[in-house]
């Protein structure tokens, strides 16, 4: 891996702790994805940036460079390896052993799946998506419905206003929220030979609105200042008002994807604080109402009890640090929060 | 794999990597696990 490219090019490993009376075991083991055999058989990297092919050795032409390192979830029987660059790879959750990728039976078509599909607290059904769902630099963001039983039951598709990173998006009882901020890529940029991603703060930042039954044509875009929503909590709403809570900064948060025009890295831009927006579906205009709830606490990584997703929640967890509390908070810090923040 | 992390900023101190596949049967335990506890915690990371 170059010095300088993104921690997230790093190949995925997946590990589980078995509880049961009174005793733990553990085990760990790669996922053996084409990219981690093919580096394997060579007995060196042959992979360059990180989401770049036109950087990889020549002799990998072709070969998925995904590295299956981001979110690994159980749904519908199977433990799933996720990074939003690919489709999901099954892992057997007694061996760990790889079993390949999973496209749900023929009925996922994306080439890419979301790390963070949501499935809603009550009737199990998954929501996930896959952007540059056409190709490399595309703005195609596919969404798909799943049911329980790893049925595909709807596809939509929908062009964003530009081709961003898409890591996370939010559920309500009734609506799909959308996250688009200045992290982008283009295949002029790709051919340049640059790691997939780079900040661009002259462009708004948006909000896709999409009913959970509708049609893809009902997207509805609201635009907003530079920020990045890289993890979201969760949503609900209630008249047509929808309230969000995500964890968010006000510019790039990630030091290692450079701004395009070559300003330098700031971090007080990327500090990532709890935010409340709140958006009337009926008056896109109008724009977003955000609200810093808790602006000394900077953290990321944030989350609900899963088994609220959908609808009404009252608690979120993400890993924060407090400027008072800087030995305890030293402490709580996980070590990929301080990336991050 | 002949891969070099040893000048990745972010791959240093708690985050190097520790690049082995792994079992180990009975880990130690500080404390003691409830009785009632029987499930799997399950995580995948970069490495």
Sequence with gaps: ?341 | MTLSYAHHPALRGPMEPARFNSEVFDCEVIGTIPPGLNGTFIRVGAE
Excluded at chain 1, 227 to 241: I, L, P, Q, R
Excluded at chain 1, 249 to 263: A, Q
Aim: hydrophobic share 40%; proline share 7%.
């Design chain 1, 1 to 341: 891996m170059f010095a300088d490219d993104s921690p997230f090019a790093a190949d995925g490993i997946a590990s589980t702790f078995r509880i049961a009376d009174g005793s733990c075991d553990f085990t760990a083991r790669f996922v053996e994805t084409p990219r981690y055999l093919a580096n394997r058989q060579a007995r060196r990297q042959l992979f360059g940036y990180y989401r770049n092919p036109f950087t990889d050795d020549p002799s990998v032409a072709g070969v998925s460079g995904t590295v299956s390192n981001t979110n690994i979830i159980m749904f519908n029987g199977k433990m799933l390896a996720l990074k939003e660059d690919a489709l999901p790879y099954e892992v057997d959750p007694a061996t760990l052993q790889t079993g390949g990728s999973y496209d749900f039976g023929g009925g996922y078509k994306a080439p890419t799946f979301t790390a963070h599909p949501k499935i809603d607290g009550r009737t199990g059904e998954m929501i996930a998506f896959g952007y540059e769902a056409e190709g490399l630099a595309s703005n195609a963001i596919w969404i798909y419905t799943i049911d329980p039983g790893g049925m595909v039951t709807s596809e939509r598709k929908l062009a964003a206003p530009y081709m961003s990173m898409v890591h996370d998006i939010a559920i309500s009882q009734n609506y799909i929220l959308i996250p688009v901020y200045g992290m982008v890529s283009s295949m002029e940029r790709l051919h340049q030979g640059k790691v997939h991603w780079g900040w661009d703060d002259r462009i708004p930042s948006y909000i896709g609105i999409v009913p959970r039954n509708g049609d893809a044509s009902e997207v509805v875009w609201i635009a907003g200042p530079e920020m990045a929503m890289v993890h979201t909590f969760s949503a609900t709403d209630e008249g047509g008002v929808i309230t969000l809570h995500a964890a968010v900064s006000d510019s790039n948060p990630f030091p290692f994807f450079p701004d395009v025009n070559g300003k330098p890295f700031n971090p007080a831009g990327a500090r990532t604080t709890i935010r409340k927006y709140t958006f009337d579906v009926a008056r896109p205009q109008a724009g977003w109402q955000e609200e810093t709830l808790f602006p000394e606490w900077a953290g990321a990584l944030s989350r609900i009890d899963d088994r609220y997703l959908g609808h009404p929640y009252r608690y979120g967890f993400l890993t924060a640090a407090h400027p008072h509390e800087a030995m305890a908070g030293q402490r709580r810090i996980s070590p990929m929060s301080s990336w991050w923040t």
